[in-house]
Nanobody, 123 residues
Framework: VQLQASGGGLVQAGGSLRLSCAAS????????VGWFRQAPGKERVFIAG????????YYADSVKGRFTISRDNAMNTVYLQMNSLKPEDTAVYYC?????????????????WGQGTQVTVSS
């Protein structure tokens, strides 16, 4: 599986961005996808996940109510809609795939990773 993350950029606080994670692979629809982010000098952390088929979603408390994860299996793409952005959301955002199909909030079970896309939120 190859992943291509895109959609990052510079936005003012309170603004919105939509990240995309495009995947190759015929069985993508059965895979769980997670979004992680890594701020400078900090560890990579889980922020949102969606199960295979899209039946379940899960969010970190830091983004709950502001971010929405969704998937279009016909397009082999997972999206992360980010609203009400804050300066503390500034980080490199990564998407990752777990072939197990269930959401996991730690990074180890994710076998495939995208290259990351920078999100910068100015105050």
């Amino acid at each position: 599986v190859q992943l291509q993350a895109s959609g990052g950029g510079l936005v003012q606080a309170g603004g919105s961005l939509r990240l995309s994670c495009a995947a190759s692979g015929r069985t993508f629809s059965s895979y769980a996808v997670g979004w992680f982010r890594q701020a400078p000098g900090k560890e990579r952390v889980f922020i949102a996940g969606i199960s295979g088929r899209g039946g379940d979603t899960y969010y970190a408390d830091s983004v709950k109510g502001r971010f929405t994860i969704s998937r279009d299996n016909a397009m082999n793409t997972v999206y992360l809609q980010m609203n009400s952005l804050k300066p503390e959301d500034t980080a490199v955002y990564y998407c990752a795939v777990s072939t197990r199909g269930v959401i996991v909030v730690v990074s180890n079970p994710y076998e495939y990773w995208g290259q990351g896309t920078q999100v910068t939120v100015s105050s």
